[in-house]
């Protein structure tokens, strides 16, 4: 009887002990894991609006805007909502570089990026030229290190940049549309 006894106990408790160990996990992740985030991202035209480099090069010296026209590699500073450059630096090889070891754009064709958790990066692949479309809010700057690329915003589109350019905006923007020549 008393084998009897230990034997159920033993079971009873082995019993809880697994419930606890293997129920637990999946209650907590169901209470703290983050709901998933779907982003529809759909092909479309590329925009019209896209600005020339005459229309928002004014604050620059002819030096600056020949810098961009040819593609130097270049850092360009947009003012957010008007579109307008603000300035241009050059960017050093390691800052070109740098760019591949984002985890969201490793090995795409541009990257539309984030300010920061929980603004993650975004990046675009394509075969040809195309134009993705969504939602992306708190987008800080966009380039490509092999391609042209323009990205838009719900305040405005900006320039073309060439490759190895990255465009800085001056403030968050809220993503809407992501080109690739």
Known sequence: MKNTMRRTLALAGISILAATVFAAPAANAATTAPA???????PSPAPTNVPSLDSVSG???PKEKAAVAAGDPL?????AQSGEIEKVAPISSVQIFAV??????AGVTGCYYGTGVPYVDYGFTAVGSGTATGNWP????????????????TATCY??????QLVVFNGPVTG????IY
Not at 36 to 42: A, D, G, K, Y
Not at 100 to 105: I, M
């Open 75 to 79: 850092t360009i500073t947009v003012d």
């Open 36 to 42: 998933p985030t779907t982003i529809q991202v759909t």
């Open 159 to 164: 320039v073309k940049a060439s490759p190895k």
């Open 100 to 105: 591949g070891v984002k985890t969201n754009c």
């Open 138 to 153: 708190g987008r800080s700057s966009y380039g490509s290190q092999t391609r042209y690329v323009s990205a838009c915003s």
């Open 176 to 179: 809407t549309s992501f080109t």
């Open 59 to 61: 604050k620059l010296t």
